[in-house]
């Protein structure tokens, strides 16, 4: 009985925190970012959840994720996180994400929690690398500090020339990794998808690295048949090719094409992360910091991916945040910065780093480096 009280005592926070080290507040804010995108037009918006930590100490974290389901996850956060981790040692961070995870999350349902607890979980993984005085890079293990980085740039709203063009583009800066999003016609027109494959890796050559992501859009037989149809023009590796992920389907796809099967940025946990990989779904497992559960998450599916000998790959984008992750572990082997998403942490943040011919070097600031644009968030504001 007692020592049962002690633990629910430690689970609430009610334990003594040391002066400078409190949370005092956590809050959440949605913000509409436009980019504009070369060759196109129009502007094209990210929307994002922004998420502050502050603690008595004067120290301030910062932590981001994407917009699907954002004003659940706002209200999550500023309604129920937030006066839960108010007092609380943002150093700890591994006892944090289990409290949250076992006040909130006890069946391991992902979604608005999974999206939620990242951006958290990152700002307190922020804040813990400026007391230490280490960026987050080394602090999660520091295997490396120059990671290659490789360019999203193949939107669907480009044409074939347009695609070309962009590709082009890079190429002539020195990017020697880019990745094409497939699907045209929500994935029922494989004879064009094949065509703007052919067009891109026709104007970069054969020495460029080339990837095809699907972003899930794909059955079975579609995605076989797209497969077999670029097989020839030495693709990286095909991302996310199938309806939900499905891990016996990617198994089987993966058995019977010649090109590597990547899959995981969206997934909210590890649980999902093992599935894949104990299917044999994946030769490439790709966690994102931003909606997998933040660093404490990415750290363990990062563990699970090395025990079955199997890297890691940054997908999903929002490359400032999950280059710390990239270069921290062993199997960690690169960074996606996504045309948008990276745009958009230019946007919102000062002195981002870049990605310069296929690599990007990450910062000695502590914590993750980034100072937040605060008249850019304000202007961008969704009320």
């Known amino acids: 009985m007692f020592q049962n009280a002690i633990v629910a005592a430690r689970g609430s926070g009610l334990e003594t925190v040391p002066a400078g080290v409190r949370i005092t507040s956590v809050r959440?804010?949605?913000?509409?970012?436009?980019?504009?995108?070369?060759?196109l037009d129009r502007e094209i918006s990210r929307p994002i959840v922004f998420v502050e930590v502050r603690t008595d100490g004067g120290v301030t974290g910062y932590g981001l994720t994407g917009e699907i389901q954002r004003f659940g996850v706002k209200e999550f956060i500023n309604r129920e996180l937030a006066p839960f981790l108010k007092g609380k040692n943002p150093l700890e961070t591994e006892a944090l994400w289990q409290q949250m995870y076992s006040a909130f999350n006890p069946r391991s349902q992902t979604g608005v929690w999974s999206s939620a607890v990242s951006a958290v979980d990152i700002a307190l993984w922020d804040i813990k690398g400026k007391h230490y005085k280490e960026p987050v890079w080394r602090l999660l293990g520091g295997a490396r500090k120059k990671v290659p980085a490789y360019i999203t740039f193949g939107l669907l709203e480009f044409d074939r020339q347009q695609l070309g063009e962009m590709a082009r583009r890079f190429v002539a800066e020195g990017q020697d990794k880019l990745k094409m999003v497939v699907g045209?016609?929500?994935g029922e027109d494989i004879g064009e998808d094949a065509a703007r494959v052919k067009a891109v890796r026709q104007a970069i050559g054969e020495k460029v690295e080339l990837m095809m992501d699907a972003n899930y859009l794909f059955s079975l037989n579609r995605a076989l048949e797209l497969a077999k149809r670029v097989e020839a023009d030495n693709i990286t590796w095909f991302e996310e090719p199938l309806y939900g992920n499905d891990a016996r389907l990617l198994a089987q796809l993966r058995q019977r094409c010649a090109i590597p099967i990547s899959a995981g940025q969206n997934e909210g946990s590890r649980f999902?992360?093992?599935e894949l990989l104990i299917h044999g779904s994946v030769d490439i497992l790709?966690?994102?910091?931003?909606y997998v559960g933040g660093f404490t998450e990415g750290l363990k599916v990062a563990a699970i991916a090395q025990a079955f000998n199997i890297l890691i790959a940054n997908g999903g984008g929002w490359p400032h945040h999950n280059m710390h992750l990239q270069a921290a572990v062993a199997n960690g082997w690169r960074v996606e910065f996504h045309y948008l998403m990276w745009k958009v942490g230019e946007t919102i943040y000062q002195n981002t780093p870049k990605p310069e011919k296929g690599w990007v070097t990450l910062?000695?600031?502590?914590?993750?480096?980034?100072?937040?644009?605060?008249d850019i968030l304000e202007e961008f504001l969704e009320k």
């Open 363 to 374: 910062t000695e600031e502590p914590g993750l480096g980034l100072e937040p644009k605060r």
């Open 184 to 186: 045209v016609s929500n």
């Open 286 to 290: 790709q966690p994102n910091v931003c």
């Open 28 to 39: 959440a804010t949605t913000h509409n970012i436009p980019v504009q995108v070369p060759l």
């Open 272 to 274: 999902r992360h093992l």
